[in-house]
């Protein structure tokens, strides 16, 4: 059993900053890939950032220069640092890891339950 739990979301103003935290508990091998997608009304869930260990973060280019994603590989956590929101930035952020749990070879995808960040202007 594997669970993704994310806090941080809150109200902003336009401008203003937050920073998102996400905890990955459970029966975990290995998590290679951990990030944060997110999923506006009406809209898909899409890719915000990403990271892999030993590699470059990958971000949305609507979000690059605003968002910094980090990661504690020892603590299972990763962290969305969004400075500079803006009210298009409004949507539910969900976690995402791809990971390997005991007793499988191959690595599968788990989601947190969303934390919803609002960006007032």
């Known amino acids: 059993q594997v669970q993704l739990v994310e806090s941080g979301g809150d109200l902003v103003q336009a401008g203003g900053s937050l920073r998102l935290s996400c905890v990955a508990s459970g029966s975990i091998v290995t998590i290679n890939t951990m990030g944060w997608y997110r999923q506006a009304p009406g809209k898909q869930r899409e890719l915000v950032a990403a990271i892999t260990s030993g590699t470059s973060p990958n971000y949305a280019d609507s979000v690059k220069e605003r968002f910094t994603i980090s990661r504690d590989n020892a603590k299972n956590r990763v962290y969305l640092q969004m400075n500079s929101l803006k009210p298009e930035d409004t949507a539910v952020y969900y976690c995402?890891?791809?990971?390997?749990?005991?007793?499988?070879?191959?690595?599968?995808?788990?989601w947190g339950q969303g934390t919803q960040v609002t960006v007032s202007s």
């Open positions: 995402n890891a791809r990971l390997r749990t005991p007793w499988v070879t191959f690595l599968n995808d788990y």
